[in-house]
T-cell receptor, first 111, second 114 residues
Framework: DAKTTQPTSMDCAEGRAANLPCNHS???????VYWYRQIHSQGPQYIIH???NNETNEMASLIITEDRKSSTLILPHATLRDTAVYYC????????????FGQGTRLTINP | EADIYQTPRYLVIGTGKKITLECSQT?????MYWYQQDPGMELHLIHY???????EKGDLSSESTVSRIRTEHFPLTLESARPSHTSQYLC?????????????FGPGTRLTVL
């Protein structure tokens, strides 16, 4: 599975949009981009995933560049409860199915 | 929300004891996984299963064993706990459908071996 690069930490003001970038320049054609978050060492929470089209659900939006080498997770109106470590993961739906968690981005939402 | 459960949530136990961490899911997912996470560190896959009677070792070597006798149940066992086993253990499950193979995680079991 391809590796990802994320900033170590980010800050965002409460009520503003939080934009979390992720680089995955070696992504393969059959690999999806998944985003999870982990709050205080609880089990990771699934947020959203996509292949090449932009995606939106009740939690967030995912913007994937046309060349698929990078993506951005957008939390449109961040709240204090969005403070967490956010992981960008690329994986196919074949093989061992494992999720390779890197260091992630520690997002802090400030009041 | 995912319906995946882990018990106990916290366990403190002495060296040499046998322990079993329970994981169950009510979603009917075929695939289940165990990850290990030390505080502030990355998650590492230690076991997974494609279905009943299927178990495989993950990337991280682990002295634990697993079994999959029923679809909904994927327990992890340590025959003789040691302080080096102190960690958080996270269980997950998934079901492949076209365009998605999302893993859903349980709340985790935090194990401390004295």
């Amino acid at each position: 599975d391809a590796k990802t690069t994320q900033p170590t930490s980010m800050d965002c003001a409460e009520g503003r949009a939080a934009n979390l970038p992720c680089n995955h320049s070696t992504i393969s054609g059959n690999e999806y981009v998944y985003w999870y978050r982990q709050i205080h060492s609880q089990g990771p929470q699934y947020i959203i995933h996509g292949l090449k089209n932009n995606e939106t659900n009740e939690m967030a939006s995912l913007i994937i560049t046309e060349d698929r080498k990078s993506s951005t997770l957008i939390l449109p109106h961040a709240t204090l409860r969005d403070t967490a470590v956010y992981y960008c993961i690329v994986k196919s739906h074949q093989g061992a199915q494992k999720l390779v968690f890197g260091q992630g981005t520690r997002l802090t939402i400030n009041p | 929300e995912a319906d995946i459960y882990q018990t106990p949530r916290y366990l403190v136990i002495g060296t040499g004891k046998k322990i079993t961490l329970e994981c169950s899911q009510t979603m009917g997912h075929d695939k289940m996984y165990w990850y290990q996470q030390d505080p502030g560190m990355e998650l590492h896959l230690i076991h997974y299963s494609y279905g009943v009677n299927s178990t495989e070792k993950g990337d991280l070597s682990s002295e634990s064993t697993v079994s999959r006798i029923r679809t909904e149940h994927f327990p992890l066992t340590l025959e003789s706990a040691r302080p080096s086993h102190t960690s958080q253990y996270l269980c997950a499950s998934s079901e492949y459908q076209t365009g998605t193979d999302t893993q859903y995680f349980g709340p985790g079991t935090r194990l401390t071996v004295l």
